[in-house]
């Protein structure tokens, strides 16, 4: 889908210029920079996106001579979460738990995130912690002082909208689609001082040779210095014996990627420790389920013998994450059962992503946005038993009647085999939205 953005007088410009022709782009919004800043409500520059039956519209603003959009203050969570305005609301996802400064928006759609592991080879020679840095006491606020690989891999998905569905995506969200808005998205995060994550980024998936050519010219250009991000659907792990580690294959790789990727032993068993449950799911090849994962690895060219034009790709990092058939993240099989559902109902939807946050920060599993309400309407389900966990759950149905209202949020006590309870109707004036 094309990123329009309409300008006063009604004058239609393709984002995609920015980068395609940013001569024009810059004259386009040179001209209508001092329009827009006198234009009245209702008349100044706009992206497609519709909140309470009027379009989002947005500032044009100039740095250094050189022109922006931007959106309107506080406006970013109700862009639609495809659109590149949309910025989400990060006390809604586990962003909330990063201390000031991990993650920072820059100008425009642009964010520049610490992350916990140097990008450079060599010079940062101790092994790299999986775990992160613990920090302050009090569980559930901010507390996380860098983003790890899986911080970084929700960050990737929720700004490539693939945390987000609504019924005309269905048929569409396909692996290759999705990892060229991954990728797209990569452009506009900073990863480390000149670095944007698109420099370091290796999609992986069958049937796009598009993609193929964007990671091996990744390859080409930086994996001599750099440390590289691979990215993609996992398809098999397989144990070496002797405690020689573990080959891992994603989907399409052996499509001419000429990559092999590889763990070693000890990071193996870590790795199995902090995503036991993604290697189940995997393992148990569910239908309908996917684990997708981020590796950081070092990449070298084999030199010798009859696999003397492929690499080597040893994985330093890995993010693992359990995926529905519609890419949605999913951290457990009630989940999935309510994406089902909601899918099938024909239900618009957001997922908030856990990041880095200690699982008791305080996130609605779901956040249903058809419901014609301007904060969404949150869903919760409840699947332990244990005394922590019931605890955890009488302080979380406090939260959201203290801030949703006693109806205004939805939950399943998924726990004793209840039956999963009606869902809320979608508002009128919300299906009413003419933009898909
Ligand atoms: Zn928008």
Known sequence: MKDIVVLPGGEKLSLD???????????????KHADNGKAGPGEKAHCLCVHQGRYLELQIRELKKSYYFACMPNTGPYH?????????????????????????????????????????????????????????????????????????LHLIWERAGLHYWRPQFAGHRTDPKAL???YATSRNIKVQ????????LCPVVSGDKGIQYFTERTIKNHSEELRLYVIGRLSSAQVVPYGRGCKIELSG????????????????????KSYSRELVEFSRNEEGLSVFGLFLVTIDPIKKGKYSNFSTAQIEDAALMTTTEQLIPVESRYE???????????????????????????????????????????????GLTDEKYL?????????????????????????????????PEVSLTQAADPIS
Not at 95 to 122: C, F, M, N, P, W
Not at 193 to 200: C, E, K, S
Not at 258 to 264: A, H, L, P, V
Not at 391 to 419: I, L, Q
């Open 17 to 31: 210029w920015k980068l395609s022709d940013p001569e024009r782009f810059q004259r386009r919004l040179k001209a």
């Open 80 to 152: 639609r979460p495809t659109c590149p305005f949309y910025k989400p609301n990060p006390e809604k996802s586990g962003q909330a738990a990063y201390v000031e400064g991990v993650v920072r928006e820059e100008t425009e759609h642009e964010v520049s995130v610490k992350l916990i592991t140097s990008l450079k080879r060599d010079i940062n020679k101790s092994p790299v912690s999986s775990s992160p840095l613990p920090a302050g006491p009090r569980p559930g606020s901010r507390t996380q002082r860098r983003m790890t690989t899986l911080g970084l």
């Open 253 to 272: 790789i052996r499509d001419g990627y000429r990559m092999f990727m590889s763990i070693s032993q000890t990071k193996w068993e870590r790795l199995e």
């Open 193 to 200: 001082r000149g670095i944007t994550l698109d420099q370091v």
């Open 391 to 423: 605890a955890r759950k009488a302080e979380k149905e406090r939260y959201y009647a203290r801030v949703f209202g006693v109806d205004g949020w939805w939950s399943w006590d998924a726990s004793h085999n209840a039956p999963i309870p009606p869902l």
């Open 336 to 382: 999935a059962k309510i994406v089902e559902l909601l899918v099938q109902k024909d239900r618009t939807f957001i997922k908030p992503l856990r990041f880095d946050a200690a699982r008791e920060l305080v996130r609605p599993d779901f956040i249903l946005t058809d419901m014609g309400k301007k904060e969404g309407y949150p869903m919760e389900v409840f």
């Open 180 to 182: 060229r808005r991954a």
